[in-house]
């Protein structure tokens, strides 16, 4: 027995040199560009090489999910659009007949508020490209030809994996909603491989699991009048937070500020309302939601957000006011003091 303790005392100084050989918990951060944004990659984890792999996964699906559904480059939306423009029936993917039917849902949701097929009105804007930068203003009566039909999502039939178009001015644009489909997806295929502490952050548009440690997620809400953040949300469980604003892709000419996001029934950006922040369990629900109620203005966005089944948001009116519901107030803290605040609720 005395000449196996030396052994045994070995191994007992041994082991704690063993455990603090663990690496520490730390936070990768990870970058590239799609979907028209940067794309933020954050995961807190003690496994370099699973978030190596987390990462490159990611970045895979979404940049395919951008290629199937970029409405003008070459891709699956693409060419459906082209056979929109020819009334021809095309054969859809299971992707693509999701996005659709998702579609029509948010449209009928919405009170057609939220229409994807604002394609033609986009793409007259000049809109389409996010590296375009231009001042020019449409004619009014290039405007009224195309809301002369009013192109709409609902006149999208599908019939098993075929669609087709009624109107062949539709053209589909889903980026008021893809990037709550594609950061759920990315979502997936980290818990999938154990991650469990991640953002997918896709240009101020996120998912966030978990937390970084003990200390909970900070998410900043960019400030639409100025740089840095008008507010923060602090998370420790799985949150979508999706945010919609006039300050994406935008050109200012006479004073007045022309952005990205059409109003589907009339056919210019819309004005009132500078940005909207909205939080729902369904990442494609939220998504769309904050594009509808900026659309909505401040006379109706009470009932479309009623509709439209969100309780949490923020709106941030072209007047420089914060209108809150309670239950995302009790969320946010605000960073901007030079701003009026007002709690609202949706009923």
């Known amino acids: 027995m005395l000449k196996l303790l030396p052994r045994y005392l070995l191994i007992l100084l041994l082991l704690p040199l063993a455990s603090c050989s663990q690496p520490e918990p730390q936070l990768f951060n990870y970058r590239f560009f799609t979907f028209g944004t940067d794309i933020t990659v954050s995961i807190y ?80 804007w000049k809109f389409d490209n996010a590296a375009n930068i231009h001042t020019s203003i449409p004619q009014s009566f290039e405007i009224e030809n195309i809301q002369n039909t009013r192109p709409s999502i609902s006149q999208v ?33 980290l818990l999938a491989l154990g991650i469990d502490n991640a953002i997918i952050n896709a240009g101020g548009d996120l ?51 022309y952005h990205h996001i059409i109003d589907p029934q009339t056919g210019y950006p819309t004005t009132e309302i500078a940005s909207v922040t909205v939080i729902h369990d369904n990442a494609m629900q939220a998504d769309a939601a ?15 957000s009623s509709k439209m089944g969100i309780t949490k948001l923020m709106i941030v009116s072209s007047d420089k006011k914060i209108l809150i519901t309670p239950q995302m107030n009790a969320l946010v803290t605000i960073l901007d003091n030079n701003l009026t605040k007002v709690i609202e609720d949706t009923q």
């Open 207 to 257: 998912t966030a699991i978990g937390s970084k440690g003990d200390n909970p997620w900070v998410i900043g809400i960019r400030n639409p009048f100025n740089a840095g953040a008008i507010a923060s949300i602090q998370t420790y469980t799985k949150t979508n937070i999706f945010t919609s604003g006039n300050y994406e892709r935008f050109f200012e000419k006479e004073g007045k500020v």
């Open 157 to 189: 039939q599908i019939s098993d994996n075929t669609a087709l178009c009624s109107n062949n001015l539709v053209r589909l644009d889903f980026g008021g909603f893809a990037k709550g489909y594609a950061t759920e997806e990315a979502i997936k295929i």
């Open 45 to 124: 984890g003690s496994d370099k090489k699973q978030a190596d792999t987390g990462f490159a996964n990611t970045k895979d699906l979404l940049q395919k999910l951008n290629k199937q559904l970029h409405p003008w480059t070459p891709g699956e939306l693409h060419s459906f659009n082209i056979a929109c423009s020819k009334s021809q029936q095309h054969t859809i993917s299971a992707l693509l007949k999701t996005m659709i039917l998702e579609g029509q849902r948010f449209y009928s949701l919405s009170d057609g508020l939220f229409d994807p097929a604002v394609g033609s009105l986009v793409k007259l």
């Open 290 to 304: 904050a594009t509808a109620i900026m659309v909505s203005g401040i006379g109706r966005w009470k009932d479309i």
